[in-house]
C-alpha cells in the first residue's frame, strides 16, 4: 500500500505529491514550491479527493509561511492572503477550507515571530496529515461491521489512499473487510469523465490484491438488478448538517438505484468532511468543470455541461460511517 508520505509530504519549503494525472501509467512526484504551484495541483486534480485536499491546505498555509516576507506585518498579510487563494481553489469539497483554517489556528499567536510561526505550520500540517489518515483507520474498523460475508461491494470514483493521505474513506472499509476476509469483491464504475474508478481506485486495489471488477458506469443499473451488489460504500467531499451528502458525480444515480433494490447504502468520511454550516445540499457549491474533460470526441458545436459533484439526499442514505462510529438515519449531526 502507498504510505502517506508517498501521496503527499513537506519536504521543506516544497511540497511533493504523486501526481495523480499521471497514474497508473506513471508514478511520478510533483513539486509544488509555490503557493500558484500548488493551487494548479489542485485545480488539475494532480491532488484530489476531499481528505487529501484537506492536507493539501494545511501543508500549503506551512508553504505561504515559507515564501512571505519576513517583517511581521508583512508576513501576516501574505500568509493570510495565499491561504484565502488556497482555501478557494476547488469548491466543493469542505476538508480544503478546513485543513487551511486548522494551519492558520496553529499560526496564532505567533504572528509577530515568522520563524515560530513557520515551525508551528509545517509540524500542524504534519500533524493534520496524521490525524485523518487515523481518523479513516478508524473508519474502517466502523464501517466493516456493516457487512457480512462474501460481500460484493461497489464504490464509486476514488476514496481511497490516494483520496485522503492515507489508507481510504469508503475504502478504507473495503479494505477492513477485506482484512476480516468477507470480501467477495469490489464493483468499480470507471467515474467519467476524469475516470478515478477506472484509473485510481482499480490501481489501489490491484498493488493491494483485492478482488474488484471496473464496470462500465453505464452497466451499474443492470448490476443492481441482477443482484450483483449487496452493498454500496461512497466517500464525500462535503455532509450538510441534516446528512445530505456531495460527492461524486454519479453518487446520487447509485443512491437511487440502491434504494430501487433495496440495497444498503453508506457514506464513509470523516468529521473534517461534516460541514454544520450548511445546513442542506442545496447550500452545498457544486464544481462545474471545463469541456475538455469530455474529450475532443464531442462536435465543437455541442455546449456541454460538466458538474463534478451530485448531492445524495438524506433519506437515500443508510448510514454515515465517521471515525467516531456509524450514524444511522434520519441524521441530526448537530446532535
Ligand atoms: O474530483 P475529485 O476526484 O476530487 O472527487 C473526489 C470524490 O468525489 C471522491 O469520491 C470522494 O469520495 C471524496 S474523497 C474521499
Given at each position: 500500500m502507498l504510505t502517506p508520505t508517498d501521496i503527499i509530504r513537506l519536504d521543506g519549503g516544497t511540497i511533493v505529491l504523486l501526481d495523480q494525472t499521471r497514474l497508473p501509467q506513471a508514478r511520478v512526484e510533483r513539486r509544488c514550491g509555490t503557493v500558484p504551484e500548488l493551487i494548479d495541483a489542485i485545480r488539475v486534480l494532480a491532488i484530489r479527493g476531499a481528505p487529501a485536499l484537506g492536507v493539501a491546505g494545511a501543508m500549503g498555509v506551512s508553504l505561504a509561511a515559507e515564501q512571505a516576507p519576513s517583517a511581521p506585518a508583512a508576513f501576516r498579510r501574505a500568509v493570510t492572503a495565499d491561504a484565502a487563494q488556497i482555501a478557494a481553489a476547488r469548491p466543493t469539497a469542505v476538508n480544503l477550507a478546513v485543513g487551511v483554517r486548522h494551519a492558520l489556528e496553529a499560526a496564532a499567536g505567533q504572528w509577530d515571530d515568522p520563524p515560530a510561526a513557520r515551525a508551528a505550520l509545517a509540524a500542524a500540517a504534519r500533524a493534520f496529515h496524521a490525524d485523518e489518515v487515523r481518523r479513516c483507520e478508524q473508519i474502517g474498523v466502523h464501517g466493516a461491521a456493516l457487512f457480512g460475508e462474501g460481500a460484493r461491494i461497489c464504490t464509486i470514483c476514488n476514496a481511497g489512499a490516494l483520496a485522503t493521505g492515507g489508507y481510504g474513506t469508503a475504502l478504507g472499509v473495503i479494505r477492513s473487510v477485506h482484512a476480516a476476509g468477507r470480501l467477495d469483491g469490489v464493483i468499480v464504475p470507471e467515474t467519467r469523465p476524469l475516470l478515478q474508478g477506472a484509473r485510481l481506485t482499480a490501481w489501489e486495489l490491484g498493488q493491494d490484491g483485492i478482488p474488484h471488477r471496473v464496470v462500465p458506469d453505464g452497466a451499474v443499473a443492470g448490476l443492481f438488478a441482477r443482484g450483483a451488489i449487496d452493498g454500496v460504500v461512497v466517500g464525500a467531499d462535503r455532509i450538510a448538517a441534516n446528512g445530505d451528502t456531495a460527492n461524486k458525480v454519479g453518487t446520487y444515480a447509485?443512491?437511487?438505484?440502491?434504494?430501487?433494490?433495496?440495497?444498503?447504502?453508506?457514506?464513509?468520511?470523516?468529521?473534517?468532511?461534516?460541514?454544520?454550516?450548511?445546513?442542506?445540499?442545496?447550500?452545498?457549491?457544486?464544481e462545474e468543470r471545463g469541456r475538455?474533460?469530455?474529450?475532443?470526441?464531442?462536435?465543437?458545436?455541442?455546449?456541454?455541461?460538466?458538474?463534478?459533484f451530485d448531492v445524495t439526499p438524506a433519506a437515500?442514505?443508510?448510514?454515515?460511517?465517521?471515525e467516531s462510529g456509524c450514524m444511522r438515519a434520519p441524521f441530526d449531526l448537530r446532535a
Open positions: 447509485l443512491a437511487v438505484l440502491a434504494h430501487h433494490h433495496g440495497v444498503p447504502f453508506h457514506v464513509a468520511a470523516p468529521w473534517t468532511t461534516i460541514d454544520l454550516e450548511t445546513p442542506d445540499g442545496a447550500a452545498i457549491p457544486i475538455d474533460e469530455l474529450g475532443d470526441t464531442v462536435p465543437s458545436g455541442s455546449p456541454v455541461w460538466n458538474p463534478a437515500l442514505i443508510d448510514s454515515i460511517i465517521t
